[in-house]
């Protein structure tokens, strides 16, 4: 499980995150919620130890992660797919993929399992990322994500600029990860119709606040698309 307590995290003077509270639990998906700039992104990237805390905790596993770099936690079993894909461009599908297992000595060969998830992965193999269209290369940062077979997968809007036979794609494959019941799954979402269906859990952020939380079925009852509608 990943458990975050108490979180803040300035940026100058300026307070972006407070007193920030949630969980991820293994077999679940987690999802979070806000309009732009509540502070979302920041929060990821304070998970992956990408930008600093000022205090609070970050616990994974049973250990608090929080002083830990961000290839310490990506060899305790973290994975992360930032917005933007941002994967090598002239790098090949093949060798992107290389690049997710850099860190993991214990893991040298490529899962014939990313293949299986996302077929157009193999057809394209030796071809350069940046030739790949929006939707594929989303495909392939996920897939390098996956790579290392991490123990959590945190996404950052997965679904910006993809078109929606891809998106189902993607549901279909964070969900599938979910109920294998070996991975934990924080997805943070401003498509609201996809992240409410995968949902078991969410968490919404105001000003850089948890606002509301709970069970993924309650969400229409709560109203919880007011509370994110631009």
């Not at 975050?4 to 979070?32: D, P």
């Not at 992104?41 to 990408?50: E, I, N, P, V, Y």
Request: hydrophobic fraction near 40%.
């Amino acid at each position: 499980m990943l458990k975050v307590q108490n979180l803040h995290q300035y940026y100058g003077g300026s307070h972006i995150l407070r007193n920030v509270n949630i969980t991820a639990e293994i077999g679940k998906v987690t999802v979070l919620l806000g309009r732009n700039g509540v502070g979302k992104t920041t929060l990821l990237k304070s998970l992956m130890g990408l930008v600093p805390i000022r205090s609070g905790s970050v616990e994974w596993q049973g250990r608090d992660v929080a002083r830990k770099t961000p290839y310490e936690r990506a060899r305790s079993g973290i994975g992360y797919v930032p917005q933007g894909r941002e994967i090598f461009s002239r790098l090949s599908v093949e060798d992107n993929l290389r690049m997710g297992l850099s860190y993991c000595s214990a893991r040298t060969r490529i899962p014939g399992e990313l293949y299986e998830l996302f077929p157009v992965l193999k057809q394209m193999l030796h071809r350069r990322g940046g030739d790949l269209s929006g939707g594929q290369q989303q495909q392939l940062a996920i897939a390098r994500a996956l790579a290392p077979q991490p123990k959590i997968l945190i996404l950052d809007e997965p679904t910006e600029g993809i078109q929606p036979s891809i998106i189902k794609d993607i549901g279909r494959v964070i969900r599938m990860l979910a109920q294998r019941g070996d991975m934990a799954i924080l997805l943070c979402e401003q498509y609201y119709d996809f992240a409410e269906e995968l949902a078991d859990h969410y968490v919404v952020m105001e000003r850089g606040e948890v606002i509301a939380a709970g069970p993924g079925s309650e969400m229409q009852q709560k109203g919880i698309r007011k509370l994110v509608a631009i």
